[in-house]
């Protein structure tokens, strides 16, 4: 029998409230917005064409979630990994040096707005979402991340999972302990789970974008970590350490009144979006920074420089 407009209205009404939530799976297990938006699309198109045979023997949230994994994996087949500049090499030592010519080559991990997840979603599994695991997460295998996904973030059941990847439960259990003594490898404990600082985090933010709006260095130098890094894709060069990345600002001038910043948040971690006046005056868009706080200070930057991603942020490419 054809669906009519009820089962359709039904299945949007049904499904919907989901949306977001499994934007943000699918964004956890491929780095990037662009094709977790395209993928939930897709999920959404398997599930209603399945939608008549679905007999309710497992939620709709937890279908909704097989569907969109399954999706996922057969995507991760043939696209490369999402990293961040720090995972592709060792600092550079040259602060006060040019940049090479950008990377554009390369499929950069992407940042993503916490406007677009459901602000539960960004409270209840904010560490999840934090710039340093998913960039970790993109050193596993498909099929471990989909296991470490879904075991240690939606809290699946090892059953449940193995039932999903058509494996045993024994195969789920290994491949999870595999999972997470690789991410100690690529990313100790402490740089992938940083309890949310609330207001803390935001004043310093707020400390941060004034600092660069005032060009006032030594407010900046006060708020860096000795261990800074600073990264900034697509350029492959990072910085590591509170010397260099202040070198590397210090060579690019910072005269007071010539950056422009305004707060967002991405990741679930507090962010600003940087605009830099240019020789006629006009105030451009130049990149999304996104900080990790630790203990009231900065202890990374990292600097989408892309235009397309202000955007994805709600923000024009021009101050008037």
Partial sequence: MPATTTDRDEFVRLTDPYRRELLAHCYRML?????????????????????????????L??????????????????????????????????????????????????????????????????????LALVAALQHLPARQRAVLILRDVLA????????????STAAVKSSLQRARARLEEVAPDEELVVEPGGAADREVLDRYMAAFERAD????????????????PPNLEWFC????????????????GRYRMLP????????????VRGVDGVMRAHSV?????????????????????????????VLS
């Avoid at 990037?32 to 399945?50: C, K, N």
């Avoid at 996104?290 to 923000?315: C, S, Y």
Wanted: aromatic share 6%; glycine share 8%; proline share 7%.
């Fill in 31 to 59: 780095g990037s917005v662009d094709e977790a938006e395209d993928l939930v699309q897709e999920t959404y198109l398997r599930a209603w064409r399945s939608y008549e045979g679905y007999e309710g023997r497992a939620s």
């Fill in 61 to 130: 949230r937890t279908w909704l979630h097989r569907i969109a994994t399954n999706t996922c994996l057969t995507a991760l087949e043939s696209r490369a990994r999402r990293p961040l500049p720090a995972g592709l090499g060792e600092p550079s030592g040259a602060p006060e040096e040019p940049l090479r010519t950008p990377a554009t080559d390369v499929p950069w991990l992407q940042p993503l707005p916490d406007s677009l997840v459901d602000p539960a979603t960004v409270v209840a599994a904010r560490g999840s979402l934090r």
């Fill in 156 to 167: 699946w059941r090892a059953p449940e999972v193995a039932s999903l990847l058509g494996t």
């Fill in 217 to 232: 260095m030594d407010a900046l130098l006060d708020l860096l970590q000795d261990g800074v890094e600073l990264e900034m």
């Fill in 241 to 256: 350490g509170k010397k260099d990345v202040l070198l590397f600002l210090r060579a690019r001038g910072h005269g007071e």
């Fill in 264 to 275: 967002t948040r991405a990741n679930g971690q507090p962010a600003a979006v940087m605009y």
């Fill in 289 to 317: 920074q996104i900080l990790t706080v630790e203990d009231g200070t900065v202890a990374r930057i990292t600097a989408f420089i892309d235009v397309a991603q202000v955007a994805r942020f709600g923000f024009p490419r």
